[in-house]
């Protein structure tokens, strides 16, 4: 990245060391496409843009005013001046360089994915979310299946004001991070259209095995999967050979997709006759394992990763890698812990195990 401070930028100019500029979820996604990994196209809204915005709005001191002398454990303070903060970004104006500068990139994105006024996920995307010894990440606010340039703009501003959520506030204050410590950034990420969608860990989530990918997936968004609505089919892949040597094709019952009359997602009922079928191709799967073993080379880790078919996509480029994160969860275990006799266990099983012992993936 350039030393200027630039308002907008596209994913692919930024990398591992652009946390400052545009967060950690954005920087992420610029080191995966200059990885060569594919990622649905985008670009940042920067911190650089964020304190721009405060600064002509002329708000940092009613900010800090609405701030002073707040304790993290009074909660009816906290939710009175979270909610003044956040009414009093969500009302100021962008400038008219910020505007024009983000709504020529949304047209210009529109242009690269050949929909107009592209669906985009609008998400936050904070300084301090990978700091060693806080965790802020999942504090601030992400907007799905987002139209037109307007509501681009009107969600950026939801964005920038839930860095100010009571949660955020008590929680900085609690670890000793004044306001102007963190500083936000915001992706504009085309939507994933997702045919089908899932996880992936390029370790066994049942043993450790790092010589073993994992694969679960289901039709649809990755919603079912991630919540463990559904059981999903299960694939493993030797990372060598890039072999499956077993495939699990389960029942699933439901799915999410795209409700055309709200524009947003919504869980449908599989139909009978697809609640057996296999959700990913075994092409795709060998993909997948191949895009999984490049990100694990990349980072130096065994990761846990979000991906999508995307079905507005020409065949030969429609699987994307949504998000990637070093895997937590195996490496909290003693190498020799076996796994449960008798169950097989599913990528999935492995996510809400971490979510019933409270450890956090990321």
């Known amino acids: 990245m350039s030393q200027s401070q630039p308002l907008v930028c596209w994913f692919q100019e930024c990398n591992k060391d652009s946390v400052p500029l545009v967060g950690g979820k954005n920087s992420s996604l610029g080191e995966l496409i200059n990885a060569g990994i594919r990622v649905p196209p985008g670009f940042a809204i920067t911190t650089h843009a964020y304190r721009r915005f405060l600064a002509d709005g002329g708000v940092e001191d009613k900010i800090v005013e609405a701030m002073a002398g707040l304790d993290h454990q009074d909660t009816a303070a906290l939710d009175r001046a979270s909610a003044e903060i956040r009414e009093i970004i969500e009302s100021c104006p962008f400038s008219t360089e910020l505007e024009d500068q983000i709504a020529d990139y949304y047209r210009k994105l529109s242009k690269v994915c050949g929909l107009p006024a592209t669906p985009v996920a609008v998400r936050s995307s904070a300084t301090a979310e990978d700091l060693p010894g806080a965790s802020f990440a999942g504090q601030q606010e992400t907007f799905l299946w987002i139209r037109g340039a307007d509501q681009v703009l009107e969600h950026v501003r939801l964005c920038f004001s839930s860095l100010f959520t009571s949660r955020a506030i008590a929680y900085r204050i609690e670890m000793g991070f004044d306001y102007s410590e ?33 694969i679960d997936s289901n039709f649809g968004f990755g919603e079912s999967v991630v919540s463990g609505e559904v059981t999903p089919d299960n694939f493993r892949v030797d ?69 999508a078919v995307d079905k507005d996509m020409p065949k030969s480029g429609s699987v994307f890698i949504l998000q990637s994160r070093p895997e937590t969860v195996w490496s909290c275990k003693k190498p ?23 450890k956090k993936l990321t």
């Not at 936000?184 to 010589?211: C, E, W, Y």
């Not at 296999?278 to 990763?305: N, R």
């Not at 020799?336 to 266990?345: A, I, M, N, V, W």
């Open 182 to 214: 963190v500083a936000i950034s915001v992706g504009i990420q085309k939507m994933a259209n997702s045919f089908t969608a899932g996880v992936m860990f390029t370790l066994n989530p049942a043993n450790g095995d790092r010589s073993m990918i994992v």
């Open 239 to 307: 990372k060598v050979s890039l072999d499956i040597l077993e495939k699990t094709i389960s029942q699933k019952q439901i799915y999410y997709t795209l409700a055309p009359a709200e524009h947003c997602a919504k869980k449908f009922e599989l139909p009978e006759e697809r609640q057996g079928l296999q959700s990913l191709i075994d092409e795709d799967v060998i993909e997948l394992a191949k895009m999984g073993k490049v990100i694990e080379q990349h980072y130096g880790c065994p990761q846990d990763i979000e991906w």
């Open 336 to 358: 020799d812990t076996p796994s449960e006799p008798g169950k097989k266990k599913t990528a999935m099983d492995h996510i809400l195990a971490s979510i019933m012992t409270g």
